[in-house]
């Protein structure tokens, strides 16, 4: 199946780079990456992620159309968050 999934940029360049090492493709190391999470039986915690912005007045008119990718995706970079 093709996928999409939006990665940051630090970890796709580190990704790429341990794949290029180990002479794989970036899509088999992400595989045995997730199999590997998937087969582990218990649950780990996930990566430090910082608190998501809020956008908004608090009278629920949004500063961004949150159907448009791109724009959320701006947003985000504005503040920081990748």
Do not use: C
């Not at 002479?23 to 649950?43: A, C, I, K, N, Q």
């Not at 780990?44 to 961004?64: E, S």
């Not at 947003?75 to 920081?80: H, I, K, R, S, V």
């Amino acid at each position: 199946m093709r996928t999409t999934i939006n990665l940051p940029d630090g970890l796709a360049e580190a990704v790429k780079a341990k794949a290029a090492a180990e002479g794989r493709t970036f899509t088999s190391l992400v595989e045995d990456g997730l199999r590997t999470m998937l087969s582990s039986g218990e649950p780990q915690a996930p990566a430090t992620i910082p608190a998501l912005p809020t956008y908004g007045t608090g009278k629920g008119h949004l500063r961004v159309d949150l159907l448009d990718r791109d724009a959320v995706w701006g947003e985000l970079d504005a503040d920081g968050w990748r």
